[in-house]
């Protein structure tokens, strides 16, 4: 039985900021040395193993040792800590961009032990041929050989490194050096960015009448305003923050409409202070570092590795849907503008817009209820959070034969005292696989949306026999902020949604770091298939007696799908203009022509887009793209890839349909073929490996 490190002694989450600082330094001064060792060898003794597996085993170690010191930016309620976690990010993105990623030694390494690899194998003799193209798995039902797996990685190092110039004609030393520095300054923007929205502490502050509509289990939820005055309840204040749990839904029941433009007008000016200013020098860096790796602009760049592989791929995709959504788009607005001059006793005159930011989630709403007899906060009853939460474990520990262990006490090793922390075995090996977080409730300055993160990342070292072996368990987290104590149905999609990420994360099967679970190994535009495939049972029937104490009828179930496909109008068409837009910043078009950009720029391309695709009025003098953080967390050119994605799963979910959503069987042969190879695979290798 292979030793693993125990992740005891690398996630250690009460390090002081200063020994948040020291451990950084440590880590990446023994990273360098372990990469200068591999630097040294001789070309002519270089082969895989000696290279381009003790390359990955490096950065495996540097990653996971690094993880305790980076993660808490996220997550930390001390500002301190936020601060030294943030910066060992940056300094461990400068690191990576610096002595690895840009690095042109390792490049001429690769390159060198490459060329070794395939003369030996040319030399070899028959026999040893056959065993080096044979079809023996790595574990006992792999769908992958160990020869495939070596190949995708020295495909893998490769790709990342031509893709940064090396191996690329006309490309200079100076050229490299512009693009380190590009690199860098991108990544501190970014985390910039992104710091900018997550501290951000505006609230509102709100009396009972301002929120007339809202549920008395939504009331009861809120904590009174500091100072407010109790002296009866009509005066007393309620604080609201930016968070979701609080605002959807407040756009969507509260009947005030001055609450609703006010609440609009605070959450879609986060980060306008500074945001548009840094993301006007990303875009402008990003376009320039695009023209020195050979790409008219960044959008080409980065779609060059996805499995879309061309802007015209996309920009094609994205207009037939936009050209298929707009006439039913504009039949819901029409019918929207109705409820609302209805509502108001008069006839809007707008000749540009039917309907407001403020208002559009509200009036949708009603429209809703009316038509389906759905109420989202009633519906909210029967969706009790932890049962919800216990359900779902349940749901996925059947599917994937798997079993989920909540540590306790000293074994529970977490970050606040709200996060849960669980081990997971393999339910037919009874072997370990890894471990996973849930830090699912809002607090102040956490991380604001709702994502899967991966901390420790699966590696089986080539160096067995070292005291730390580099032998890791995946431990991944999942970070969102939900409502309590029962959820709004789309959270339980959410739930469904995420943990979807989080199987993939444990699941992912390599022996090597880098093929397995994270942000950018996965091919973008397949990143969110198997999470939109497992985000389809939160609708299922199947599903409800794992979620919910309370019965949901054959009937409410249908008019709640016929409720999702009516709202998909809506959420489609934003999606499909966010997508465009996000594809048309990073197009040929917007930088050069735009070579003196200005944040009025950028507002009047965002509202002109807007007006095409989702044509609904912003408020006066917000700026909503001053806290789109999918455009500075690597969704740059990638935003499409949501809904590129649903529609693969669409495909791949009818395997479900068709045998039962708790068919073991599917469950295993999607484990088998969509979650383990995670990067061993192309997304294409995997859909038919799947479909068959």
């Not at 451990?23 to 070309?43: A, P």
């Not at 003799?125 to 020295?154: C, I, K, P, Y």
């Not at 490299?176 to 710091?195: A, E, G, H, P, Y």
Request: proline share 3%.
């Amino acid at each position: 039985k292979m030793e693993r490190v125990n992740s005891q002694q690398l996630l250690n989450w009460k390090y002081t900021p200063e020994e948040i600082k020291s451990k950084t330094k440590e880590v990446l001064q023994i990273g360098k040395q372990q990469i200068d060792v591999i630097l040294e060898r001789k070309d002519e003794e270089r082969n895989f193993g000696n290279t381009v597996r003790e390359l990955n085993d490096a950065l495996a170690w540097i990653g996971n040792h690094i993880a305790t010191c980076t993660f808490p930016h996220l997550v930390s309620t001390d500002a301190k800590i936020r601060e030294a976690a943030l910066q060992a990010k940056k300094d461990l993105e400068h690191f990576m961009i610096e002595h690895v990623d840009m690095n042109e030694a390792i490049y001429n390494a690769l390159t060198k032990a490459k060329e070794n690899v395939n003369k030996s194998q040319a030399n070899s003799n028959e026999a040893n041929s056959n065993n080096n193209t044979g079809t023996t798995s790595v574990d006992s039902g792999r769908v992958w050989t160990e020869q495939q797996e070596d190949a995708r990685l020295v495909y893998k190092f490769l790709e990342k490194y031509q893709k940064n110039g090396f191996g690329v004609k006309n490309s200079s030393p100076d050229s490299k050096q512009r693009i380190l520095k590009l690199r860098q300054d991108i990544s501190d923007l970014s985390n910039q960015f992104n710091t900018n929205v997550n501290s951000s502490t505006t609230s509102l502050h709100l009396t009972r009448s301002q929120l007339a509509g809202m549920s008395s289990t939504f009331l009861d939820s809120l904590k009174p305003s500091p100072n407010s005055s109790s002296s009866s309840p009509e005066s007393q204040t309620f604080e609201i923050p930016m968070t979701y749990p609080m605002i959807f839904p407040i756009l969507m029941n509260c009947t005030v409409e001055q609450t609703r433009k006010e609440l609009e007008q605070v959450f879609a000016s986060r980060g306008k202070a500074e945001n548009p200013e840094i993301l006007i020098k990303i875009l402008q860096m990003r376009y320039e570092k695009a023209l020195l790796l050979g790409f008219e602009c960044d959008s080409d760049y980065e779609i060059n590795t996805k499995m879309a592989r061309t802007t015209a791929t996309v920009s094609d995709f994205l207009n037939f849907l936009n050209n298929s959504l707009q006439p039913k788009f504009n039949q819901e607005l029409v019918k929207l503008k109705a409820l609302k001059d209805e509502e108001n006793k008069t006839q809007s005159e707008d000749s540009e817009y039917k309907m407001e930011e403020w208002n559009w989630r509200y009036y949708l709403e009603k429209l809703m209820k009316q038509t389906y007899g759905i109420d989202d906060e009633k519906l909210r009853e029967n969706f009790e959070g932890n049962r919800v939460l216990d359900g779902m474990l349940s749901v996925y520990q059947k599917l994937f034969h798997l079993k989920f262990t909540e540590l306790q006490g000293k074994d529970c090793n977490v970050w606040h005292e709200s996060v849960r922390h669980f081990e997971v075995y393999d339910h037919l090996t009874q072997s370990k696989i890894g471990e996973f977080y849930l830090d699912l409730f809002p607090r102040p300055f956490k991380y604001s949306h709702a994502a899967a993160f991966p901390i420790l990342i699966r590696n089986i070292s080539s160096n067995t026999t070292s005291t730390d072996n580099n032998n890791y368990y995946t431990v991944t987290a999942m970070v969102a902020n939900l409502s309590t104590p029962n959820l709004r149905h789309k959270e339980v999609e959410t739930l469904f949604h995420e943990f979807g990420h989080i199987c993939h994360s444990l699941l992912s099967a390599s022996r090597y770091h880098t093929l397995n679970w994270t942000w950018s190994a996965v091919e973008q535009d397949f990143l969110e298939v198997p999470s939109m495939i497992l985000q389809n049972w939160a609708w299922e029937s199947d599903i409800f007696p794992f979620i919910s104490d309370v019965p949901i009828s054959t009937e409410t179930l249908s008019q709640m799908k016929q409720k999702k496909q009516e709202e998909g109008w809506f959420l489609w068409s934003r999606l499909t203009w966010m997508s465009k837009m996000d594809m048309e910043l990073h197009g040929k078009n917007f930088v050069p022509n735009h070579t003196t950009l200005t944040r009025e720029d950028l507002k009047r391309v965002w509202e002109e887009g807007k007006k095409k695709s989702f044509a609904v009025k912003s408020g006066e003098d917000t700026f909503s793209i001053a806290s789109w953080q999918h455009l500075t967390t690597g969704y740059n050119a990638g935003y499409y890839s949501y809904i590129w994605s649903e529609v693969i799963a669409a495909d791949l979910f009818e395997e479900f349909r068709k045998s039962g959503v708790l068919n073991e069987e599917v469950g295993k042969k999607f484990r088998r073929w969509i979650l383990e190879p995670c990067t061993v695979l192309t997304g294409g290798e995997m859909v038919r490996g799947f479909l068959g």
